[in-house]
């Protein structure tokens, strides 16, 4: 059974990188730049106050290390999709 702790690393890993990915590239843009900040601060403290994290998992280095290389590529795409979405024309 997968470990729900994978689950929420992914999350975290994805909404943090989507964050700072906003905040990086606003270029000048307020809106971003705020969205950006409030999306990393929010998967900080979703992550850190949802539940103990400070307990022994079944989840090993490697096992993180892949989740958060997938869950910051996803978190490229997502940024990347959202971009030409809301391109202004």
């Known amino acids: 059974m997968l470990d729900p ?16 990915l ?4 606003a270029q000048g843009s307020r809106a971003k730049a705020t969205v950006g900040t409030v ?3 929010a998967s ?15 989840v090993e ?12 590529g996803l978190a490229v795409v997502a940024t990347k999709i959202l971009n030409i979405l809301t391109r202004k024309k």
């Open 5 to 20: 702790y994978i689950l929420d690393y992914f999350l975290f890993t994805f909404f943090a990188s989507v964050g700072v």
């Open 22 to 25: 906003q905040v990086a590239l």
């Open 39 to 41: 999306v990393l601060t």
């Open 44 to 58: 900080y403290l979703w992550f850190f106050m949802s539940r103990d994290r400070n307990v022994h998992s079944s």
């Open 61 to 72: 280095g490697v096992q993180l290390v892949l989740i958060f290389i997938v869950g910051a």
